[in-house]
T-cell receptor, first 118, second 113 residues
Framework: GAVVSQHPSWVICKSGTSVKIECRSL??????MFWYRQFPKQSLMLMAT?????????EQGVEKDKFLINHASLTLSTLTVTSAHPEDSSFYIC??????????????FGPGTRLTVT | AQSVSQHNHHVILSEAASLELGCNYS??????LFWYVQYPGQHLQLLLK??????LVKGIKGFEAEFIKSKFSFNLRKPSVQWSDTAEYFC???????????FGKGNQVVVIP
């Protein structure tokens, strides 16, 4: 149980175009989804927290207008990289949490999406 | 905000050697602690977690970790590694009641057959 998928697994796009990445929880309802960015040989950096039906909360330094996040249902969140540039090339990973009791949460991670902007 | 420190980014071991990876965090309140593993070409998988109770936590694949509150540490151990343990290991921390995770920079572990 607790499987998270991402689509596409990799994408190459031209500079200036927009790319949409989907994150789905396959067997549970994800009240919260997270988007991370991982540079080669580095750790995961949290970009934003997405709650179903409300606006995403972005981390400091992350451009809201560039990285559009939509969490329209309890099983789907999307990240759109608008007007992509080569510096946006990275590995984007989503995770999701389901309903939990108390204040302890576990995140389930998707397989990631490799974005290359040429 | 929490910060998480992992030292010795690159670790090279022979099979059957013991492994210990250090993790220290900066948050002073109640925390949830995690170790994730990322095998080459695969996604993050949870090795083990600590929410409360016994500070010695046993996870999958023979891994264990010990939460020492006084040292703000959650070190990962495995008594005898295998070649298949070659992977990147990430420590992560969240504060109780907050589901946002802060990750350490990771340890790249290479096990030589």
């Amino acid at each position: 149980g607790a499987v998270v998928s991402q689509h596409p697994s990799w994408v190459i796009c031209k500079s200036g175009t927009s790319v949409k990445i989907e994150c789905r929880s396959l067997d549970f309802q994800a009240t919260t989804m997270f988007w991370y960015r991982q540079f080669p040989k580095q750790s995961l950096m949290l970009m934003a927290t997405s709650n179903e039906g409300s606006k995403a909360t972005y981390e400091q330094g992350v451009e809201k207008d560039k990285f559009l996040i939509n969490h329209a249902s309890l099983t789907l969140s999307t990240l759109t990289v608008t007007s992509a540039h080569p510096e946006d090339s990275s590995f984007y990973i989503c995770s999701a949490t389901g309903p939990r009791g108390g204040g302890s949460y576990e995140q389930y991670f998707g397989p990631g999406t490799r974005l290359t902007v040429t | 905000a929490q910060s998480v420190s992992q030292h010795n980014h690159h670790v090279i071991l022979s099979e059957a050697a013991s492994l210990e990876l250090g993790c220290n965090y900066s948050y002073g309140g109640t925390v949830n602690l995690f170790w994730y593993v990322q095998y080459p070409g695969q996604h993050l998988q949870l090795l083990l977690k600590y929410f409360s109770g016994d500070p010695l936590v046993k996870g999958i694949k023979g891994f264990e970790a010990e939460f020492i509150k006084s040292k703000f540490s959650f070190n990962l151990r495995k008594p005898s590694v295998q070649w298949s343990d070659t992977a990147e290991y990430f420590c992560a921390v969240s504060s109780y009641g907050n589901n946002r995770l802060a990750f350490g920079k990771g340890n790249q572990v290479v096990v030589i057959p």
